[in-house]
């Protein structure tokens, strides 16, 4: 019997996807190939408040698999490249989780970096170009400018995310989207910017600030904040670890279902202009 060369291409998109032991993002890199993702990013990428990309140059920066880079090329930009550090071991890891060694991060988010990233670039046909450069190096006289940056996730897990941000805006020369982690026990503090300090637990994060926090965090790094989203889930996909089913987790999950309307990770995210750049 003569197979088709669609089913061909799904046969070989499901043997690439296996091939990765780790998948941060849920993407659908075939027909009907998906892969298991940690997060799923697909329902809630609407809620971010996106500026228009097309014909655009943009970075995506700590690109993970890149579901944010393939998004910008989706949504027409004209060049995309994906930023990302080199090796785990160049994230900000507090002391206690350095000290116990990088093979304990490998068990957490799979041994080859840019593997995932790598895999459905070639199987989507994709343009995205990768970069390795951590957020806190990005300088104009090696990488140019952007018309559009776009940083998801990724504030949280900085120890010093202004520092990063005014390295994005240095490669800014039109508009920051950011979507960043917020922690719901400080949003009912709505007119206070307050971030949680969390450099203590087993994460990988620092500092999680409510919705107006994220705001001033992206303010206090030289933008102008022009729109921004509402608090979001983002939902836990396929490939994530089993949930907690103690009953302070089940209420949790409850007051994120009331307060963001869904059970994943709780998000804020701004579309914000480089203040001075714009004025100056
Ligand atoms: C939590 S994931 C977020 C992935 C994606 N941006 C999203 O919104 O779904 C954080 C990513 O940032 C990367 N990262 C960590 N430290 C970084 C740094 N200093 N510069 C650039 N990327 C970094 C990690 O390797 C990881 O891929």
Known sequence: ???SSDTDRVDEARRAVALNPFWYHTIEVAPGVVTPGWFDLRGVVDRMPWPDVRGKRCLDVGTADGFLAFELERRGAAEVMAA????HALWDYPARIRERGIEWWVDVAGEKKGQGFRIARDLLGSHVRPLEVSAYDLNPSEVGEFDVVVCGSLLLHLRDPVH???AMRSVCSGQLLVTNQVALRLSVFRRSPLAAFEGMTDLGQWWVPNALGNR?????AGFDVERESGIFAIPFGEGHAPRDGRPTAYARRLARRLLAGGDGVPHHAVLASPALKAHG
């Not at 990302?84 to 090796?87: I, L």
């Open 1 to 3: 019997m003569r197979v």
């Open 164 to 166: 990063a941000l005014e």
């Open 84 to 87: 990302d550090v080199a090796d």
């Open 216 to 220: 001033r965090i992206v303010e206090a």
